[in-house]
């Protein structure tokens, strides 16, 4: 029984979803196969650009309050 269920998932098509349409990955010619490699791939660098500017920008806040600590305190304003 589990040798059959092992040939059927063998058996089942892999598919990607584009723009809502359900393509089987077998039915796509090289080229689109090669498109479809491009954009994982820029979609991973994005993902990796998207993690690095937040922690940028954490790291920018984090300067930020560090240097309005060191800031000599005026009277006019309350110390944040």
């Given at each position: 029984m589990?040798?059959?269920?092992?040939?059927?998932?063998?058996?089942?098509?892999?598919?990607?979803?584009?723009?809502?349409n359900e393509y089987e990955l077998d039915s796509l010619s090289d080229g689109a196969k090669s498109q479809l490699v491009n954009l994982q791939l820029v979609d991973q660098k994005i993902n990796a650009v998207q993690q690095e500017l937040a922690f940028?920008?954490?790291?920018?806040?984090?300067?930020?309050?560090?240097?309005?600590?060191?800031?000599?305190?005026?009277?006019?304003?309350?110390p944040t």
């Open positions: 589990a040798d059959k269920q092992a040939k059927n998932d063998v058996e089942q098509k892999q598919k990607v979803n584009i723009d809502g940028l920008q954490t790291a920018r806040n984090a300067y930020a309050n560090a240097l309005v600590s060191d800031l000599p305190f005026k009277s006019d304003k309350l």
